[in-house]
Structure formats: structure tokens, C-alpha cells
């Protein structure tokens, strides 16, 4: 099911924009730049976790996508490999993921990162409730059992909910 504050667009103003940005992007990605992207991830997927080995293809894939005017989301490719094969990895990798995702949606990005948290991306805000700003700008729980059990309380009572009650 879809989320509470992801609102579902309708057929008319914005939705009908966001679907012919979609379209729009996706035939400027055919062509040079659809092959220097499938030959960069092709060479990803071998690379055991290890980026550097693609550095060439990374870099035609790049120029192309450059040149047709559309984001190549290398960056946040790198850096969520980076992250995964890394150290970092035990914190969970959230923000590299979070930023992936974003780069790669078909009409943009929804959300944008905005100091500790996040924000609706500009031009965004018909495709989500009111309510949604402020569930984009939380923060998640430390990655511990009583961290995690605080912030679930924390939430709870924001939403009415007392210590102890439970609701179905």
C-alpha cells in the first residue's frame, strides 16, 4: 500500500507534468547514453564492490549523460558502493541509499537533503499531504534497542497516542 502522506496524483495538472518530464527523460536517456550506462553498471556488477575498476566507463557515461543534459546519479552510485562495502555499512547506509533513490526517479527528485534531515524537493509539495514536510525533516532512532524504543514513544505521543495504550 502506499503511504499516508504520498499522496496518489491525479490525472490532471500536476501528475500530467510529472509523467511527460518522465517520458522526456527517458528518451533522452536512449540512445549513447543508455549504452554508457548499461556498459558502466555491467562493469559495476563485476567489480566485486570496487567502483575504481569502472573509472573509464564511469567517466564516458558521465560525458554523455553531461552532454544530453541529464544526471548521471554517478556520485550517489559511488557512494552508496562506497558505503555498502565499507566500514559504514553497520550504520545502514540510509542517507547514500535515500540519496540514490532520489537521483534516480523518473520526474526528479522528491526529497532533498536539508541539514540533518530532509525536505520536498522545490516544485514537488502538490505530490504529498501537508502533514508530510514535517515527517520528511524527522530524524530516524539511534540504531539501538533503547533508541529505537525512544523514538517509537516519541512518535506514538506525536500522534495522540499515550505511553502504554495500544492501538489496532
Not at 558505503?83 to 540519496?99: E, I, P, Q
Not at 525512544?150 to 495504550?165: D, H
Request: proline share 4%.
Amino acid at each position: 500500500g502506499q503511504e499516508r502522506w504520498l499522496k496518489r496524483p491525479s490525472v490532471g495538472h500536476s501528475a500530467a507534468r510529472h509523467f511527460q518530464k518522465a517520458r522526456r527523460i527517458a528518451a533522452e536517456m536512449s540512445g549513447e547514453v543508455a549504452s554508457k550506462k548499461a556498459a558502466w553498471n555491467a562493469c559495476l556488477a563485476k567489480s566485486g564492490g570496487s567502483p575504481g575498476k569502472c573509472d573509464k566507463l564511469e567517466k564516458d557515461f558521465r560525458g554523455a549523460a553531461k552532454a544530453a543534459g541529464v544526471e548521471s546519479c554517478a556520485d550517489e552510485t559511488v557512494a552508496l558502493m562506497k558505503c555498502t562495502a565499507g566500514g559504514s555499512r553497520v550504520n545502514g547506509c540510509s542517507k547514500a541509499f535515500l540519496s540514490m533513490r532520489e537521483c534516480n526517479r523518473a520526474g526528479g527528485k522528491q526529497l532533498m537533503a536539508e541539514g540533518a534531515g530532509y525536505a520536498v524537493a522545490p516544485g514537488k509539495m502538490a505530490l504529498f499531504t501537508p502533514a508530510a514536510a514535517a515527517v520528511a525533516q524527522s530524524q530516524p532512532p539511534v540504531r539501538t534497542l533503547e533508541g529505537m524504543q525512544e523514538y517509537g514513544q516519541e512518535y506514538a505521543m506525536s500522534l495522540g497516542i499515550t505511553p502504554g495504550e495500544v492501538r489496532f
